[in-house]
């Protein structure tokens, strides 16, 4: 029962909250939502005292002295409470007079000097109702922390338990919508922590990744000094919140990194080599462009306002401007060296330095239409380059700037930093670039008549209609037919100093081998040039093998299109110790930089079928993929050819959406296929070649093509290069096709995808390379 003078109507309404004294659990106060808080005494099961506000309540906390507590209301009100006495101590608006939002959670936290009071909540409703606030104050000290997402709860933690004389709070743990934020209150300025796991992946939408293993040790020392050192603004306290068993067996110390574009133009790296997903290192390309946001300083907006803003968290979804986004991302993993591909064509090298320096950056252009007069480019501009001298501090430094033009997406990048070559690939066509000279070694244009998708820079819905409907109505009439007895052909071609094409022979290879499947098998037909942006190249490779003969191995660059085209160019790569040295010298009798990069020759592969070419691989005699880091492959040579290796016997692996092909160098001589598009109508997403030692000799270890569908299955072919198949196993699920576009598939048989915008999956396929937690909490 409850007095008359206490009463708030026909009901209580809903229970608010229940708060147990600090040193008598059986004391309780119980908030009603109608502005009642009754104190409840489990023991004599009655209620010792009433206490009644014309406020409708959102919470309550006690002041560890236990003779006082706290409220807070819809309104924005607090209001403070004595135990023997039923009326109001104190009543304040933190942030009136004007209307105010609900504060919906409060604490009371008692100090020596002055006590804190943390709430949620509690905005001006006109100016700043749609904000996601915190307040904490302490004294004269009054910071209200600004987030980017709604909060969901928090908690404090003190030093003191509850019911010491002194709580002293220490640290303020805040769940928001989207990522985990921990407050050092301890500090000056009160500065957050950098979470050692649950950081927001997400701060920005995630566009692309790449996978790094095993990293250099020394580079992987820089990186972790960096990310040590780039910790200025953040708290140097431990992670408050510990706990719980690690019961994983000590295991090879690896070194992976994930790489992560994001759509504000940032790449960040990610240590990967355990359990947790934990942040090394964010790398900003937008400070070389010239962006609406320039001038702007969002901390000293703020500085003289009130309520006293202070953005925190890492979560802001919104970009300055679209053309930032990441598309393609690559690392070097025995320098350090980054590229990262942008969506209107722009290309930023970023060296590891540990000195700090200023710089005038100059952006080098590439046409990669080579000068074509019969297309016009209908979608965005380029990013603008600032004519400034920047100022790099320690630590990943741009390099290079490199505009493609036409300033289309970056469709593929690759880089091998012993070479100080760059391969990018767009809609239109790719370029090899020499970073290390700043310039250009050759450039070619792969669009084809008719090709009117690649002029807007993005894809058409009603052409992707189209296309998905005449390959549907494809198989369909296929499934009836016979096998495949097309024909591969071999355009063979050298390259002049001007890097022009001259056709001076032409062979047909049959594409005889082994075949999975002689019954069965549905007619898959050669795709259109119709079909639209088959001139986009979806792949570049570098690798030291044979092209021009079966005694000498040369650097190689290798191309793959949309259209079923591949691309590869023997080149000479000179002592990379006098790369950046200019000395011009007569050259088959024409004047060129020595230490410059010439292409010898060139070949041009057709795949008949014309299906998009998604991996291109080297495997040597044994069936190992030829490893495009030099020096791990060639033992750190100084030059980039192999040298003589007569013994040596490379195959050639061309994996397309429906078939996987294997021929043999230097003829580039169809040896054998598996067509798995024939078989069950399936398409390869995903290729990579990986390692699988046994699990009870490490000694032995056998290499596969490992390949992901556009049905979510994994694919295992072993006995390379036999291409037989060994496994399939069901992954990831057919409705995902995000999740199956943003797998990452590594050479130690893992893989992790996206299940969510803010959360990665991982996988193996190997007994022995497996990471999972194994702990008691």
């Known amino acids: 029962s409850i007095p008359d003078n206490y009463k708030t109507g026909k009901a209580l309404g809903p229970v608010e909250a229940i708060v147990e004294h600090p040193n008598n659990p059986s004391l309780i106060l ?32 006690w002041h560890s002295n236990c003779q006082e507590f706290i409220s807070a209301h819809n309104d924005g009100y607090l209001c403070t409470w004595r135990l023997e006495s039923s009326s109001q101590h104190t009543s304040y608006t933190p942030y009136g007079p004007f209307p105010c939002k609900a504060i919906t959670k409060i604490h009371w936290k008692s100090s020596r000097t002055e006590p804190y009071v943390v709430f949620s909540g509690g905005m001006p409703r006109a100016n700043y109702g749609d904000r996601h606030c915190m307040t904490v104050m302490n004294g004269s000290k009054h910071v209200t922390f600004d987030f980017t997402s709604r909060v969901i709860d928090f908690f404090v933690i003190c030093k003191n338990a509850i019911n010491a004389e002194w709580e002293e709070p220490e640290f303020l743990i805040v769940l928001a919508e989207e990522e985990l934020i921990a407050i050092d209150l301890t500090q000056e300025g009160w500065p957050t922590l950098t979470p050692p796991y649950l950081a927001s992946p997400h701060a920005s939408a995630i566009t692309c990744s790449f996978h790094v293993e095993d990293v250099d040790e020394k580079v992987w020392q820089k990186i972790s000094g960096l990310a040590k050192e780039g910790k200025t ?65 969002d901390g000293d907006a703020f500085e003289d306002q009130f309520p006293p803003f202070r953005k ?62 019969d297309f016009t480019w209908k979608g965005h501009d380029k990013l603008d380059t600032k004519d400034d001298h920047i100022l790099m501090k320690p630590g990943y430094q741009v390099n290079n700037i490199i505009q493609c033009q036409p300033p289309a997406s970056v469709t593929s990048i690759n880089i091998h930093a012993n070479w100080g070559l760059l391969g990018i690939g767009t809609g239109h066509g790719f370029a090899l670039f020499d970073y290390l000279q700043n310039k250009t070694v050759l450039c070619r244009c792969t669009l084809e008549a ?49 890097n022009k094409a001259l056709v001076d022979e032409e062979e047909t290879a049959s594409a005889s081998g082994w075949s999975p499947a002689a019954t069965g098998q549905r007619r898959v037909e050669a795709r259109s040039s119709e079909d639209g942006m088959t001139g986009m190249v979806r792949c570049t490779y570098f690798a030291s093998t044979f092209v021009r003969d079966s005694i000498s191995a040369t650097p190689t660059f290798w191309a793959g299109t949309n259209s079923g085209g591949v691309y590869v160019f023997a080149l000479h790569v000179p002592d990379y110790n006098h790369r950046q040295d200019h000395e011009r010298k007569l050259y088959g009798g024409v004047l060129q930089e020595t230490f410059s990069i010439p292409c010898i020759s060139g070949k041009h592969i057709q795949l008949m079928h014309r299906a998009p070419v998604v991996d291109i691989t080297v495997l040597d005699n044994l069936g190992v993929p030829v490893s495009t880091n030099a020096a791990k492959h060639d033992g750190k040579a100084n030059n980039g050819n192999a040298g003589h290796a007569t013994s040596q016997h490379h195959s050639l692996v061309i ?30 997403r995903k290729v990579a070649f990986a390692k699988f030692p046994a699990a009870k000799n490490n000694d032995y270890m056998e290499h596969a093509l490992v390949s992901l569908t556009n049905i979510g299955e994994m694919l295992v072919l ?37 299940i969510s915008p803010s959360e990665y999956e991982r996988f193996t396929l190997s007994t022995v390379s497996s990471i999972e937690p194994v702990c008691r909490v």
């Open 30 to 61: 119980i908030g009603y939502s109608r502005g009642l808080v009754a104190l409840w005494n489990d023991s004599t099961q009655s209620v010792e005292k009433y206490y009644l506000c014309d406020k409708a309540l959102e919470s309550v906390s």
């Open 233 to 297: 603004n953040k708290s140097t306290s431990a992670w408050p919140i510990t706990g719980g068993q690690n019961l994983s067996p000590k295991s090879v110390v690896t070194r992976n990194v994930l790489l992560t574009g994001h759509e504000d133009g940032t790449v960040k790296l990610w240590n990967i080599s355990s359990v947790s997903m934990s942040p090394l290192l964010k790398i900003q390309t937008s400070t070389v462009f010239v962006t609406d946001s320039d001038g702007a300083n």
């Open 312 to 373: 925190v968290g890492e979560f802001d979804p919104y970009s300055d401007d679209p053309r930032l986004a990441i598309r393609k991302v690559a690392m070097c993993s025995t320098t350090g060296t980054l590229v990262a591909g942008g969506t209107a064509g722009q290309v930023v090298v970023f060296v590891l330095s540990s000195e700090s320096i200023e710089s005038f950056i100059t952006s080098s252009a590439i046409d990669v239409l080579e000068g074509r007069q």
């Open 450 to 498: 008719g090709d009117h998708s690649a002029m807007e820079g993005n894809f058409s819905r009603v052409k992707s209609f189209k296309m998905s409907l005449r390959q549907s109505m494809r198989r369909l009439r296929g499934s009836f037919g016979g096998g495949d007895t097309r024909e591969i052909t071999c355009h063979r071609f050298k390259l002049q100093e001007a």
């Open 655 to 684: 994996s397309s959406e429906e078939q996987v092909k294997v021929f043999a160098l230097p003829k580039i001589s169809a040896k054998r296929k598996f067509k798995l598009t024939a078989v069950d109508g399936s398409l390869i």
């Open 718 to 754: 072993g006995q390379l290069p036999l291409l037989r198949p060994q496994e399939t196993y069901s992954c990831i699920s057919r409705e995902d096709p995000h999740g199956i576009s943003s797998c990452l598939l590594t050479a130690s048989g893992q893989g992790m995808y996206l």
